[in-house]
């Protein structure tokens, strides 16, 4: 009854991939199988049982088991099937006699498939030698090497050395599941195939699946004949009987022909599984029939099993460099974008710190519809072409390809900058990236013979014959990138997540700081409004009381009402200059005497420490310095050639302040006749507005004033050496005045109508009054102009056009603003004069005449 194969049967090469492997309904020679029902009744058994232990399928089919193998033979075998965990678990018993009447030894592998349990057994032919005492000192030695190719290399010797086969490699898959052999041993003078790389097709998907759950595969004699299974399909299921997990399992026809091709008689592979995936294999080739042992190959198999766990290891180890390098990377981008600083701005750096992890030819940041580029890269319009295609690749997930061209969608074409991309995507969205990207580099491969398979005819069937020659053959690459590894794209997926933590980061940092600076904004237009309504009251009120207080010319009135408005001017830019800063008082009187004290020597004397007012107290404190001051001009001590003024200032306990104001050298004073405004400033002015104390005495030898104000109005006392009055003192105005034609920049029409005529006074022939940048630029094309006088701020522009255009035809300018030195035009201009606003006619008279080269 027995049925032997010597002869494979034609193979339709479009069935190759589709061949079920697992279920190939034979045995190899090299032992038997016998199949038995949860009952233990033996239900399928291989052709050639009478050949091992003189029992015919017929006599075994149908019995129980236990009535066929000795009472010891069954205990061992229930005793190991209690230690069955799962499906893919098969348990070994070595040396174990089966039958009392027969004098033979075997070993014995069992396992499960469905319903049906499976016995394989295959005579004993060690002598008394314990093969996995071999396998600790084979793990030292492969443990050793530091880099994956050196352990391969020292496992290829390792299994050699265990099995004797006379070609052992190493064969690592790629990502396209190609393969690669990447060590070798083997006998002297045999043709290498290392460095030789292998078309997935020669491996089947299906193949590698099985390699995953059957970790050894031994093929003994690809010419011994095979022996059936019998019945074909197993009574229980109605199917042939699956052999995923059987060390006897029939090859392949096509493989037995790749075999016979590769001029290999015998053949054994051992997978090696990462991590639940295929790596690669072991795998041993023989130039004649080998039987390796049962208790030697399962040496092997631990061996192989032990050994992945090492490469896992060595992984690992990059692995946690990868890590490290990432956490450095990431430390990295948190100090540079701690700040608050976008990546578009600090580009360049995070390029560099990027390229240093993960090697590439370019980088290109595209983050809020903003283009950066480092190194060879895309244009703009090109990366505009390809962002669809990202953004449905990379949807919050790396993408990498070292192949671009062949990827990308019909109508899309690859930059010839570019063959290989990883994209980052660095926000929720798919809209932003960091796209790094790698030039071609022309690339020689090796394959063992030509990659495609050949299909021929024989007796009139068409034949697959996967090798006719393992010969090198080379094959040019073009159009690829260096690969991208596994350690740059679990760098860039680390990176990944930094990107995107800091944006999200930033993202709620910049809502809350717009939130916050809503509604700073509202206090501040709030506060405007308030501060803007005070000085029009406060205008309104030096000008109805200077004008109230009667006597005078209409020239000196409008000199006293100016005097007090530029009071408060300079006051105001004392506080405004430095941010709404507390102001020194001693600058405070400083520069008001300096203003208007036309000596050429200091007449005042400041004593005690200076004190620094809160913003809100200057403008009152400023009127009364003011007062006194022109007062003092007027009528007292500074009115007399050797006159000055004593200020001593005190912090008080309380931490309020505490001023003396002291007349000296003038002539005799005596309380006026009528309360004036000035008088009535002085008075009061520090009582009603901040809640302090005036005090005015007139003696003999001058004018005494105390004045104190409150602690919540001052900020601190500090001791600075007292200024000068002398360096608050502006320059006379020039003795000449301009001519020529001046272009006035201004958009209010009050503050143009009334430059126009300080303009006219100083000189100008004729002054072009523009309250629009186009309207400027219209003047300067068809008109003659010697000066420009640019307001900086116009609404929602700025004087930045006309300053160009003046500066390329070299028409001198100056800017009027109220930012005065710190407005943004001066850096882009440090030769053009600033005037603050407001000013009087001298002060742009001698910001023209230094324009002009008169000053």
Not at 124 to 151: C, F, G, L
Not at 152 to 173: E, H, I, N, P, Q
Not at 426 to 433: A, I, N
Not at 551 to 566: A, P, W
């Amino acid at each position: 009854m027995s049925s032997l194969s010597e002869t494979p049967p034609a193979i339709d090469p479009s069935e190759c991939e589709r061949e079920p492997i697992h279920r190939p309904g034979r045995v190899q020679f090299f032992g038997f199988l016998i199949a038995v029902s949860p009952d233990w009744t033996i239900t399928q058994v291989s052709a050639n049982t009478g050949t091992y232990i003189g029992l015919e399928p017929e006599d075994l089919l149908g019995s129980d088991l236990n009535s066929v193998l000795n009472r010891e033979a069954i205990h061992n075998i229930r005793t190991r099937m209690q230690m069955l965990q799962d499906e893919d678990t098969v348990e070994r018993l070595f040396r174990i006699r089966i039958l009392d009447n027969l004098n033979r030894e075997f070993d014995i592998a069992l396992h499960v498939t469905g319903q049906t349990t499976i016995l394989e057994f295959e005579p004993n032919s060690d002598v008394q030698q314990d093969y996995t005492a071999y396998v600790q000192p084979m793990i030292n030695r492969v443990s050793k090497p530091e880099t994956v190719k050196e352990a391969c290399v020292s496992a290829a010797k390792a299994v050699r050395a265990l099995t004797g086969f006379d070609r052992v490699m190493v064969y690592r898959f790629h990502n396209d599941d190609s393969g690669e052999v990447i060590a070798e041993v083997c006998n002297p003078g045999a043709e290498s195939y290392l460095g030789l790389r292998y078309p997935a097709s020669d491996i089947p998907s299906q193949a590698r699946r099985m390699y995953l759950r059957s970790t050894l595969r031994i093929v003994s004699d690809i010419q011994a004949p095979t022996a059936e299974i019998l019945p074909e399909k197993d009574p229980s299921t109605g199917e042939p009987l699956d052999l995923s997990l059987s060390s006897l399992r029939a090859v392949s026809p096509v493989h037995l022909e790749y075999l016979a091709n590769m001029g290999v008689q015998a053949s054994m592979s051992v997978s090696i599984v990462m991590r639940g995936k295929l790596w690669g294999l072991i795998a041993c080739h023989h130039n004649s029939p080998r039987v390796l042992s049962f208790q030697a190959r399962s040496a092997t198999q631990m061996f192989g099993q032990l050994f992945a766990l090492i490469l896992e290891k060595k992984d690992n180890e990059i692995s946690s460099l990868d890590r490290e390098r990432a956490q450095a990377l990431h430390d990295g981008l948190m100090a540079r974008l701690a700040t608050g600083s976008s990546i578009a701005r600090q580009f360049q750096d995070l390029a560099d710190m990027i390229s240093q992890v993960i090697p590439c030819d370019g980088m290109i940041g595209w983050t809020e519809g903003v283009y950066n580029a480092v190194g060879e890269v895309p244009s703009q319009e090109e990366l505009t072409d390809l962002l669809p295609f990202l953004s449905s690749m990379a949807s919050g997930r790396i993408y990498a390809t070292h192949d671009l061209a062949s990827v990308l969608p019909e109508g899309v074409s690859a930059p010839a900058s570019v063959a290989g991309l990883l994209a980052i995507p660095v926000s929720r969205s798919t809209r932003d990236f960091i796209v790094l990207v790698r030039r071609e580099i022309s690339k020689t491969i090796e394959w063992a013979g030509a990659p495609d398979k050949a299909v021929t005819k024989r007796d009139g069937a068409e034949r697959l014959s996967p090798r006719t020659s393992f010969a090198a053959w080379q094959e040019v690459v073009r159009g690829q990138s260096a690969l991208w590894t596994d350690s740059d794209i679990r760098t860039a997926e680390s990176l990944r997540v930094t990107l995107t933590e800091v944006i999200l980061k930033m993202s709620e940092t910049a809502l809350a700081e717009r939130t916050a600076a809503n509604e700073r904004q509202e206090i501040l237009i709030a506060e405007l409004n308030h501060r803007v309504r005070n000085i029009f009251n406060v205008i309104r009120g030096i000008w109805s009381q200077s004008s109230a207080s009667g006597g005078g010319t209409v020239t000196g009135l409008t000199e006293t009402v100016g005097g007090r408005i530029q009071a408060l001017a300079r006051a105001y830019d004392q506080v405004t200059e430095v941010d709404w800063r507390p102001a020194s008082l001693w600058r405070l009187c400083a520069t008001e005497l300096a203003a208007y004290s036309g000596s050429g020597r200091d007449r005042l004397e400041l004593r005690g420490q200076d004190a620094l007012l809160l913003p809100n107290a200057v403008s009152a404190t400023s009127l009364v310095m003011h007062e006194l001051t022109t007062n003092s001009i007027k009528y007292g001590s500074l009115s007399a050639p050797s006159g000055w003024i004593t200020v001593t200032s005190t912090g008080n306990t309380d931490g309020g302040l505490t001023i003396e104001w002291r007349e000296q050298g003038g002539p005799p004073v005596s309380p006026p006749e009528r309360i004036g405004f000035g008088t009535t400033i002085i008075e009061q002015s520090v009582p009603h507005e901040l809640g302090g104390t005036t005090a005015v005495r007139f003696v003999a030898d001058g004018l005494e004033v105390d004045i104190t104000i409150p602690a919540r109005f001052v900020a601190g006392m500090v001791n600075t050496p007292p200024p000068s009055v002398g360096q608050f003192r502006e320059a006379p105005p020039p003795k000449q005045t301009i001519s020529g034609s001046v272009l006035l920049l201004e958009d209010n029409l009050i503050i143009a109508l009334a430059s126009e005529d300080m303009l006219r006074n100083v000189g100008a022939d004729h002054v072009w009054i523009c309250s629009t940048v186009p309207q400027a630029l219209r003047v300067i094309e068809t008109s003659d102009i010697d000066f420009g006088v640019l307001d900086v701020n116009l609404g929602d522009t700025n004087a930045g056009d006309v300053a160009r255009e003046l500066s390329r035809r070299g028409v001198p300018f100056m800017f009027v603003t109220g930012y005065g030195e710190r407005s943004p035009m001066k850096q882009a201009y440090p030769n053009a004069p600033v005037l603050q606003k407001p000013f009087a006619e001298e002060r742009l008279a001698l910001a023209l005449a230094t324009l002009s080269g008169q000053g």
